[in-house]
């Protein structure tokens, strides 16, 4: 099966927990130059916070960030 979309050169995966609810967000990312892992998480992070608001301040439950190759 091949996928029409153009994808990120990493994979992610970030699920949020606040003991009331959970989201998680998973998806592709490419990376600005010179841009860090920790930087690539906050955005990550800012982005399933615009999906999920009520979870502003949850725990990541877990990240994790691969390249997206097999």
Same mark, same amino acid.
């Given at each position: 099966?091949?996928?029409?979309?153009?994808?990120? =050169?990493?994979?992610?995966?970030?699920?949020? =927990?606040?003991?009331?609810?959970?989201?998680?967000?998973?998806? $592709?990312?490419?990376?600005?130059?010179?841009? $860090?892992?920790?930087?690539?998480?906050?955005?990550?992070?800012?982005?399933?916070?615009?999906?999920?608001?009520?979870?502003?301040?949850? $725990?990541?439950?877990?990240? $994790?960030?691969?390249?997206?190759?097999?």
């Amino acid at each position: 099966m091949q996928n029409a979309q153009p994808q990120g =050169s990493l994979m992610y995966v970030l699920p949020l =927990s606040d003991g009331r609810g959970q989201g998680t967000v998973t998806g $592709t990312y490419n990376p600005a130059p010179g841009e $860090t892992r920790h930087d690539a998480y906050g955005a990550i992070r800012r982005h399933a916070l615009n999906i999920y608001p009520r979870l502003e301040g949850a $725990t990541v439950v877990f990240f $994790t960030l691969e390249p997206n190759a097999l």
